[in-house]
């Protein structure tokens, strides 16, 4: 799919940035449920776009990851008879549409509030509704296991001081017969055929292993399509944990690693030796290291290790960012 499918100003929006619809954000539900990252693709998409292109970017990538996520849950078996949970916690019920009869109508929320608490614990809190990416999700994902297009629209939001996060999600034309300003200019940016034939070639064309998000055999590594983030709790275990590049196949699209250092205190001894031996295991796989959040006693040591990472960044939530971008810019120029 290419810009001339997916247009208007959101559309444009994410192109500035390098996200297309073919990135690893737009494919992995994993995004949307890390807080560390989320609360960064808010911050960097409203500072470079303004509030509200960054809303409407958010709505495209999250309606792309829930209908992702829909379009596995279908091919896998579910036949709409059945309660199934997506990977983004949400309550709803289904209730009739008494504009236009027969139509989609379903209230609810999301009880985890992933988004806005993402957004208030790195930008604070706002005026308006936050969780764009969530309300694209949902529309994805009710669009594509009611077969059906629903754009779902916050109503209510936690990060503006509400006490839950609380969205009405109804079928398009329904929208439209309603007349709502607001849900009329989302649909001019969510065009839904385009973005189902995407997710439908792209799903037919997607290895088994990369329809899903992992953890490794240790639950604080994740990975993300082609990024991975690497707690360094334990030396031993995070060489371990680059080894799964050569010899897991789901970690086989590994290009970034994050070295989260949080918590830890590199020596001039052990500790360094082992980033070194972590970055050398990685150089050897291609694969670039971006050390992320380390301390003011650690920082001189880490300045001093060779081969030297990719880069260095004092907050997590960036480094993921950048290894996203890094990630996707590696597969642009291939």
């Known amino acids: 799919m290419t810009d001339s499918n997916v247009t208007g100003r959101g559309a444009r929006a994410l192109a500035a940035l390098g996200f297309d619809p073919n990135s690893v954000l737009a494919r992995e539900p994993g995004v949307l449920l890390d807080p560390h990252f989320l609360g960064a693709m808010h911050a960097e998409l409203e500072a470079e776009l303004g509030s509200e292109d960054a809303a409407k970017a958010l709505m495209q990538v999250g309606l792309i990851q829930g209908l992702h996520d829909a379009w596995r849950a279908v091919a896998d078996g579910f036949d709409g008879n059945e309660v199934l949970q997506p990977p983004l916690a949400i309550r709803f019920?289904?209730?009739?549409?008494?504009?236009?009869?027969?139509?989609?109508?379903?209230?609810?929320?999301?009880?985890?509030?992933?988004?806005?608490?993402a957004r208030l614990s790195l930008i604070g809190p706002c005026r308006h509704t936050a969780c764009h990416l969530s309300a694209g999700y949902t529309s994805g994902w009710l669009s594509g296991t009611l077969d059906a297009n629903i754009l779902a629209i916050e109503t209510v939001c936690s990060a503006s001081g509400e006490e839950a996060c609380r969205f009405v999600a109804r079928e398009a034309d329904a929208w439209r017969m309603d007349g709502d300003a607001h849900a009329?200019?989302?649909?001019?940016?969510?065009?839904?055929?385009?973005?189902?034939?995407?997710?439908?070639?792209?799903?037919?064309?997607?290895?088994e292993s990369s329809r899903t998000t992992i953890d490794s055999a240790t639950p604080v590594v994740?990975?993300?399509?082609?990024?991975?983030?690497?707690?360094?709790?334990d030396g031993d275990e995070s060489l371990r944990a680059v080894e799964l590049i050569g010899q897991d196949a789901a970690a086989r699209n590994v290009t970034v690693i994050v070295v989260d250092l949080d918590g830890a205190v590199i020596d001039e001894a052990y500790g360094a030796l082992t980033l070194e031996q972590i970055i050398g295991a990685a150089d050897a796989r291609g694969v670039e290291v971006i050390l992320a959040a380390p301390s003011s006693l650690s920082e001189p040591v880490v300045a001093e290790i060779e081969p030297q990472p990719l880069m260095i960044h004092k907050d997590l939530a960036l480094a993921i960012a950048a290894a996203f971008q890094v990630a996707d810019a590696q597969r642009t120029l291939v």
Request: zero cysteines.
């Open 93 to 117: 019920r289904t209730l009739p549409d008494e504009k236009l009869p027969g139509a989609i109508e379903v209230v609810g929320s999301w009880p985890e509030r992933i988004e806005a608490g």
């Open 184 to 207: 009329l200019a989302l649909l001019d940016e969510l065009p839904f055929d385009a973005i189902r034939e995407f997710v439908r070639d792209q799903s037919d064309e997607a290895p």
């Open 222 to 233: 994740h990975i993300w399509d082609s990024v991975m983030v690497i707690p360094f709790t």
